[in-house]
């Protein structure tokens, strides 16, 4: 899940601001070049510059926000004319400081040079108004993206973690089921048991594994029931060459752990469990086979298959596919899941 930053946005927007003042200087300062010497030049480029930017920035940063969210619109009004006055003022107040040749100050003077400059005011105000729509939007789609983005990760820890619990305690339900039946296999079972918590721990907070790994927790896995359920075929065909995909961790044991939870009966010597996994064009696909028992059957699936089925939502959306079926007293899962190569 990639994320763009409340950082990243602001970067750019700030990028963007100096970008334009800094070409908005050079610009107007190579356009009165054609009018009048660098040093008027500089001087009236560097007037307008300092008075847009004041008057952009406290218009966006002070004024508008009492438009768009106290909604006091007189007030706005009001402070809005003062600002542009004030920096009319200031225009011609650097104007009559710098320029001494009679004839500029006596054009300065004039009502048409005030109706420029005001109208040139007015002009950046509502250039700007639309900017700073178009900026609090940017900033409130990411700070969105980032908040959508922090409770997906937050709900696939939680997710993560159910798996561990809910694996232990099925696993400590065989180790119970030994040790009732005072049986020697009790003491393999706990080192086993050892060994996938470990791979729990190491790897299970991580955001993906390598295939191969999660291939050899799951071959753990079935070690420990068969030694568990002595009467189940237990079948696992896999590619034979595995390329350098990673996937996330846990994510086949839930439908493993489903089968031996609900298609195993204990009375019966006709159980099996099969599972296939084949990779082809980078995607992977995960079938596992057992015995469908109407008795054993629920209405759900449990927690195991409930949690998988949000974190493929989570991580995969619609690019991935998980399909159940019931044939011949066989009950199928086959998950499909594109890979990414490391």
Not at 14 to 25: C, E, H, L, T
Not at 126 to 133: D, G, N, V
Not at 244 to 254: D, G, M, R
Not at 287 to 309: E, V
Request: proline share 3%; charged share 15%; with cysteine.
């Amino acid at each position: 899940m990639k994320q763009t930053s409340i950082q990243q946005v602001q970067r750019v927007l700030i990028g963007g601001q100096v970008f334009f003042w800094v070409s908005y200087f050079l610009f107007f300062t190579l356009y009165e070049k054609s009018f009048m010497s660098w040093k008027n030049a500089f001087f009236q480029s560097g007037k307008f510059f300092i008075v847009n930017i004041t008057l952009v920035y406290v218009h966006m940063y002070g004024l508008l926000p009492l438009l768009i969210h106290k909604r006091k619109y007189l007030q706005y009004i009001l402070l809005l004319a003062l600002l542009i006055i004030t920096m009319v003022y200031a225009e011609l107040s650097l104007e009559r400081l710098v320029y001494k040749n009679p004839a500029r100050l006596k054009y300065i003077n004039q009502t048409p040079h005030l109706i420029y400059l005001l109208g040139m005011d007015i002009i950046v105000i509502m250039i700007s108004s639309p900017i700073k729509f178009a900026l609090d939007y940017f900033r409130l789609q990411a700070k969105q993206q980032q908040t959508a983005n922090q409770q997906l990760i937050a709900e696939m820890k939680y997710l993560k973690l159910q798996v561990n619990p809910h694996f232990l305690f099925n696993t400590l339900n065989s180790l119970y089921y030994l040790t009732q039946n005072k049986s020697d296999l009790a003491s393999d079972v706990v080192q086993k048991l050892a060994h996938l918590m470990r791979y729990l721990l190491e790897k299970g907070s991580e955001e993906n594994v390598q295939l191969s790994e999660e291939i050899a927790f799951v071959e753990a896995y079935l070690q420990l029931e068969k030694i568990r359920i002595a009467q189940c075929e237990i079948q696992f065909d896999k590619s034979e060459t595995l390329p350098n995909y990673q996937v996330p961790p846990l994510l086949f044991i839930p439908l493993v752990e489903n089968a031996f939870k609900h298609g195993i009966d204990k009375s019966s010597a006709h159980n099996f469990v099969h599972l296939s996994l084949v990779v082809d064009s980078n995607t992977l696909t995960f079938t596992i086979r057992n015995a469908f028992l109407n008795s054993l059957q629920k209405s759900d699936s449990g927690i195991g298959l409930t949690n998988l089925q949000k974190r493929l939502d989570l991580l995969y959306q619609s690019s991935y596919t998980l399909d159940t079926q019931v044939t011949d007293q066989t009950f199928q899962a086959i998950l499909q899941i594109p890979l990414t190569n490391q």
